[in-house]
DNA sequence: AATGAATGAGCTTTCATTCAT
DNA sequence: GATGAATGAAAGCTCATTCAT
């Protein structure tokens, strides 16, 4: 048990001083792509995390492998806020405290931002973590509908959208303006009285999503 | 008239092929930060304009001169077309095309968003364009407000804002897709029979939307 | 003409300055390679040549390119003493001649000893250098052989392999070393009274002369 | 006897497992060195024997001490081959059998044909070695001129860079085109009814062996 | 004593900017 | 004024050796 990861592979535990260096760069690594995004160099982690480059190159021998390590834990956090809000009693508040929070999270943290616009583009656990994600948002968006809140032609994927559209009001964005906007969109979300405009096209894909910019590095 | 800038300023007339090379270089880069945004180099413009780097540096010493010489011209190209959705007599018509030719724009040229986006941070004459575009969406607004279409408590700060948002579908996203959120912004935007959500904070600042994301270049 | 490379291929005459330049990254290369052999670094070479990376990077894109030029010129200088030496009267002078030279010049240069042994693998102008070479290496086997001084089951490969074994007689060792082995070598090439002992096998191949030690970096 | 190493100098004995990893690692170093040559990394040569890095460099501080443990082993087998080769009642196939194995045996392994090249430079155990051989050598060498099938102006050093100079075609050869090499060598060697050709200079010293190339590894 | 993690120098390659021609 | 060659800092990655566990 201990010896597993959350991945579920059995893997040998590493010795204490590596699973310290190994916590290091991890907790350096999220400040900087937090900072900078994913485009930060392994030289600037290494000095974050006061170790030598080397040793970052060893624990993680691809770039994308300390992006998957890093963001598996954060997006497992996403996750379980993501399904807090599903749970809420009251639909309507649990989407908005879907996008603020997601907002939020997404604008102190440019990283996080990138990963989930390329949607795992590449980074199989990442993208094991979207999949994860995935019903949750879908609850959210069933039990609005189902309470007569949430318009009936939006899915989950135009919630995912939406999130990112409203995170893209950048990290320098006060919290206020987020929830401003954050406020406009649920009322383009809400069932309106006069009916809502109708939505086209029918159904953006899962794809589509990845089309939202701010494409992280391509990873070789 | 021919040694006065269109931005007014005095200055000795160009040589005949320096202007033709002026002219070039514009041209190049247009194509070229439409397709690869603000950061492409000036070594790819130089070759795309078929003139050698330097001359490119001669022409604009200041990576931003090229930006400004450049979106100067485009931001004409904006304002003129906002004028004219301002003046359709159907002002919610004017407001959708608004939105969707707006977004279609941006999709269409990575360095327009970016420039949009970055709302001239820097770049005097870019903001200057800002400048006249302001009072056109205001008109937009206004009119669209007056014949109680568009609620009452946004600004034409949000309208760029929410343009902005839109814009951030990127270049693969499929037109149909922008259209999509057009709507769903606007259905956000439309004066609702059960009234509309309260938006905070009660006033966004023209910087507001500068914090937009898609940062332009990090300049050392 | 004037703008023809001895390859044939025509090319825009470089610039003076960069002509220099090109010139002394290939003294330098001729130096440090002959030092040090073909692993030796881009950085050196610039450094010798007192220029920096950049240019050694922008006049040979490939590491083989320099390998090339530099080789293909040197090469054309090993060819034309082969042909002197085949041209020699007296066919054993010409082949002591070939021999003693030969390895006297890949003792002196140890990036030629690596590129003749490689054959060219990998190296297309190299390898026509090669090709230039064979038919003069064969007109001295064919002489001396039809003078009745040479053995007649050995071939033009078995020349080169002859050659390539006298060389490994390192840089340090003396010229009136090398020349007791070419001796040495000769005699068991030459006719002999009493007849020569039969070689296996029958033919070496063209190939069996790349097995010649001393491999050059692999490139990429 | 257990307290004293080959070498004869008295040592505390190692622990039952440091002897054991001590043997693991020569019998490692024996294959990685045979396959790449002496410049192979002792991280190699530790995976290959299953023990870590750090237990190479405590028992063979210095990357000489592990060339030297193991080819002193390696080099009294071929001294024992060439007293074999020596006691032959035909000197001159004993002198064939020499060169014929000592190819192959070289052939079969490039850290040997570098240390014999190298001629123990710098390792005080392997040069040992050598003198072991030299009189083995020797003995065959007067043997053949006794018998008058050996030319009598060549020396012991003579044989030793023959050998040196056949063993450098490599691995990949074939021990058939070896063998037409040794052939070809031998002729040269052998007494000719006309007599052979002088062979300068008269005395080649036993350095001139470590002028044979196949440098090892560049010490910075 | 054994381990393998950590180190950091070194080499490669790219690219924004300057400058000789 | 135009050119594109030259520059050198920077980022990526590897690997021989040392050292904490």
């Given at each position: 048990m201990s010896s597993v990861t959350s991945a579920g592979t059995a893997v040998r535990p590493l010795?204490?001083?590596?699973?310290?260096?190994?916590?290091?760069?991890?907790?350096?690594?999220?400040?900087?792509y937090a900072a900078q995004g994913l485009d930060a160099g392994f030289d600037e982690i290494a000095r974050a995390a006061g170790v030598g480059v080397g040793t970052v190159y060893r624990r993680f021998?691809?770039?994308?492998?300390?992006?998957?390590?890093?963001?598996?834990?954060e997006i497992d956090a996403v996750v379980a806020r993501v399904e807090q809000a599903a749970a809420d009693p009251d639909p309507w508040r649990g989407l908005g405290d879907f996008l603020r929070w997601g907002a939020e999270a997404q604008a102190a943290d440019r990283g996080l931002a990138q990963v989930l616009a390329a949607a795992g583009r590449g980074h199989e656990r990442v993208a094991a973590?979207?999949?994860?994600?995935?019903?949750?948002?879908e609850a959210l968006v069933r039990h609005a509908q189902q309470a007569g809140v949430?318009?009936?032609?939006?899915?989950?994927?135009?919630?995912?959208?939406?999130?990112?559209?409203?995170?893209?009001?950048?990290?320098?964005?006060?919290?206020?303006?987020?929830?401003?906007?954050?406020t406009?969109?649920?009322?383009?979300?809400?069932?309106?009285?006069?009916?809502?405009?109708?939505?086209?096209p029918a159904q953006p894909s899962e794809d589509d999503l990845a089309c939202v910019v701010a494409p992280a590095r391509r990873h070789r």
């Open positions: 010795r204490k001083d590596a699973e310290r260096n190994r916590a290091l760069i991890l907790g350096a690594a999220r400040e900087v021998p691809e770039r994308g492998d300390l992006v998957e390590a890093l963001f598996e834990q973590g979207r999949d994860r994600l995935r019903p949750a948002v949430l318009r009936d032609d939006v899915t989950e994927v135009d919630l995912g959208i939406a999130l990112a559209m409203i995170s893209q009001l950048g990290d320098a964005g006060s919290s206020d303006l987020r929830d401003r906007y954050v406009l969109v649920l009322d383009g979300l809400a069932v309106r009285r006069d009916g809502p405009t109708p939505l086209p």
